[in-house]
């Protein structure tokens, strides 16, 4: 069975750090660049950083520097550690291919506010 599962969002303060993760099954993750996402209230879903198969990363302007995005390949597992936090990365976060798409997980949920 294809499955996203994240985790590890929660209620952090500005300037404090989380790290998610995204459990994958049913495909060979090894194979594929993989992407996080992220939906706030009201706006679009936005790419927040993206991982290729040789582990070659890239991030959206606004997290460079504070999130780093990595795999773990024997665990089929997608992780982002995010740093230095503001209520601006306030979202639903979500993991997915960029190509050939997967249906959508239930996302976790970052509220960064003090």
């Known amino acids: 069975q294809v499955q996203l599962v994240e985790s590890g969002g929660g209620l952090v303060q500005p300037g404090g750090s989380l790290t998610l993760s995204c459990t994958t099954s049913?495909?060979?993750?090894?194979?594929?660049?993989m992407v996080w996402y992220r939906q706030a209230p009201g706006k679009q879903r936005e790419l927040v950083a993206r991982?290729?198969?040789?582990?070659?990363?890239n991030y959206t302007e606004s997290v460079k520097g504070r999130f780093t995005i990595s795999r773990d390949n024997a665990k089929n597992t997608l992780y982002l550690q995010m740093n230095s936090l503001k209520p601006e990365d306030t979202a639903v976060y979500y993991c997915?291919?960029?190509?050939?798409?997967?249906?959508w997980g239930q996302g976790t949920q970052v509220t960064v506010s003090s």
């Open positions: 997915n291919r960029p190509t050939f798409p997967l249906s």
């Open positions: 991982i290729t198969s040789g582990g070659l990363t």
């Open positions: 049913g495909f060979i993750f090894r194979l594929y660049a």
